[in-house]
Nanobody, 131 residues
Framework: QVQLVESGGGLVQAGGSLRLSCAPS????????MGWFRQAPGKERDVVAL????????YYADSVKGRFTISRDSGKNTVYLQMDSLKPEDTGVYYC????????????????????????WGQGTQVTVSL
């Protein structure tokens, strides 16, 4: 059974940092774009950051640009989301997802729409940012 397992969430004060990890099990996604999404209470699940299969293309939501960094370690088959200068509005459940199609050269908001239809999603990790 293929799973995406997120970790690294928690409670942090505003201005602090967290690093989320997403480690697939059951297969490798080294040829697929990966992404992070988040869902705040009462809101839709929104894209946060995407990275293409080889790391040469990234996409960030405007709200996190300059504060969050997505990266991947193909050797460890793991994707990371480094979150700095956290704000209370960053609170939510963060989900990792894998693209449906391999070797996508560029990622964009269109990629996020495609990923929403992916069968590969993690269970989410809670991030809470307090004042």
């Amino acid at each position: 059974q293929v799973q995406l397992v997120e970790s690294g969430g928690g409670l942090v004060q505003a201005g602090g940092s967290l690093r989320l990890s997403c480690a697939p099990s059951g297969r490798t996604f080294s040829s697929y774009a990966m992404g992070w999404f988040r869902q705040a209470p009462g809101k839709e699940r929104d894209v946060v950051a995407l990275m293409n299969w080889n790391g040469n293309s990234t996409y960030y939501a405007d709200s996190v640009k300059g504060r969050f960094t997505i990266s991947r370690d193909s050797g460890k088959n793991t994707v990371y989301l480094q979150m700095d200068s956290l704000k209370p509005e960053d609170t939510g459940v963060y989900y990792c997802a894998a693209d449906r199609f391999p070797y996508r050269p560029l990622v964009s908001i269109t990629t996020a729409r495609s990923m929403r239809a992916s069968e590969y999603w993690g269970q989410g990790t809670q991030v809470t940012v307090s004042l």
